[in-house]
């Protein structure tokens, strides 16, 4: 079993900026993909950015020179670096680790809020 624990969330001013962490615990996988995903009220859950672990990114359009996943292998974690925000960032983030044999892990997501 793995469990995820993320942190950072808040609330944040527009332009501002925050920093989410994801720590993995249990039986990991040593190649896996980690990723964030958001949730808005009303709207389907979508992956923000994921990266395997060796390094590769992938960003959906919207945070593409905004947002910076990045991990820290020995320390089980992941971040997530988030620029310029603005009230379409709002959302609960979530994160994810997928393993090769199809398992996908979730945790129990942070509340991130832009608003002046």
């Known amino acids: 079993q793995v469990q995820l624990v993320e942190s950072g969330g808040g609330l944040v001013l527009p332009g501002g900026s925050l920093r989410l962490s994801c720590v993995a615990s249990?039986?990991?996988?040593?190649?896996?993909?980690m990723g964030w995903y958001r949730q808005a009220p009303g709207k389907q859950r979508e992956l923000v950015a994921s990266i395997t672990n060796g390094g590769n990114t992938n960003y959906t359009d919207s945070v593409k020179g905004r947002f910076t996943i990045s991990r820290d292998n020995a320390r089980r974690t992941v971040f997530l670096q988030m620029n310029s925000l603005n009230s379409d960032d709002t959302a609960v983030y979530y994160c994810?680790?997928?393993?090769?044999?199809?398992?996908?892990?979730w945790g129990q997501g942070t509340q991130v809020t832009v608003s002046s």
């Open positions: 249990g039986n990991i996988f040593m190649i896996n993909t």
């Open positions: 994810n680790l997928k393993t090769p044999l199809g398992g996908s892990f």
